[in-house]
Structures are given as C-alpha cells and as structure tokens.
C-alpha cells in the first residue's frame, strides 16, 4: 500500500534564513491563502520576499503563511518524476541568487482517514464561520491518509486542511536523494 509523507520546512536547521510575505511590485502584500486552493494562479507580477529573519538560504522552506518556496534545484526533482500537478510560480528574495518558485499544489483530494487520525475537530455553525467553511476541519492531529482514496496524485492538500501539503513516498525519496535542503517529512 503507498505511503504518504507532510512535506514540512524544517525549522530546526540552525542559522537559516524566514522569508516573509509575498509583495507585488509595488511593496504591498499578495494574498498568501490562494496558494492553498488548488488552483493554477496568474499574478500578474513576479512576487518578492524579503527575510524577516537573515541567515542561510534553503533550497526548500515555507515564507510566512506557509508559502512553500522552492530552489530550481527541487523543481528538477520535479520535472525529473514527470509530476504535473504543480505550478512553480517564479518568485525573487532579497539579497539571493535564485532562481526560486512558489510550489503551487493544484490538487485538493478529500482522503483523510478521520477514523485513523489521532484527533479531528470540524467546523459548526456555532463557531462563526462562513457557511462554505461549516464541515471543513478545524483542527487535524496525527492526521492520517486514505492511499485508497489518493489515486495517482504524488503531490496535493487535503479537503478541508489545505494548510498540510503531501507527498507520495517516491517524491520524498527523491527530494531527499537530491539532497534538497530545508525539507521536514512526518508519515501521514
């Protein structure tokens, strides 16, 4: 049966650098949750980072919102496996040679085992929320997969936790064989 993996930036690498938000031309902020509607976007400028925190660059780590950001290096893990369902938004950061993307997931696949995951809570009319919302998760702990319910997808977000991004077990392999720096992996 096929593993699936969070793909998650990690933070304990000592004296790396934190991106901020994305900004436009002008400075002003792009709106950092349409990275996570599975959808193929079109800007209409090269988004910029800047560092809220200076230090080593990583080829791969999340800028504020969780924003993945990749290095060319990992998108050529990418192209190597044939994997289409991404979007590689190219992107500038301050002070860095790049070239790097925004790794946009264009799938969102409605397959986390509730039953298997060590605590879901979903959102109710009671919390406020906005009808369209009502049913979504609110909190996933120890989330857990369906693979029967993943079909060939290698990379894509989970209905109603967009914010986890995940992996098939061969784009993990490769992105760690590539030796892709800044990648954080926890079964799902």
């Known amino acids: 049966m096929s593993r699936y993996f969070k793909l998650m930036d990690d933070r304990r690498t000592r004296g790396r650098w934190q991106l901020g938000a994305p900004l ?3 400075g002003e902020e792009i ?35 969780s924003i993945p950001v990749i290095h060319e290096r990992g998108v050529q ?7 289409q369902e ?3 938004i190219p992107v500038t950061v301050d002070g860095h040679e790049g ?15 509730d039953a298997r995951c060590a605590e879901v809570a979903f959102f109710t009319p009671e919390d406020g929320q906005p009808p369209e919302k009502v049913g979504w998760y609110r909190n996933v702990r120890g989330m857990r997969i ?6 060939d997808a290698r990379i894509f977000r989970p209905w ?14 490769a992105l760690e064989d590539a030796g892709i720096t800044g990648t954080k992996f926890e079964e799902a």
């Open 24 to 26: 436009d031309a002008r």
């Open 86 to 88: 991404v979007q590689f």
């Open 146 to 151: 369906d693979p029967t319910k993943v079909g």
């Open 99 to 113: 070239p790097y993307f925004i790794l946009n997931t264009l799938k969102i696949i409605r397959c986390i085992d």
């Open 77 to 83: 893990v990418f192209e190597r496996l044939g994997i």
């Open 160 to 173: 109603g936790w967009t914010v986890a991004l995940v992996v098939s077990e061969d784009l993990k392999a």
């Open 31 to 65: 709106d950092p949750w349409q990275f996570k509607e599975g959808r193929r976007l079109e800007l209409g400028c090269v988004p910029r980072f800047t560092l809220d925190v200076p230090g080593r660059p990583l080829e791969y780590s999340w800028a504020a919102f």
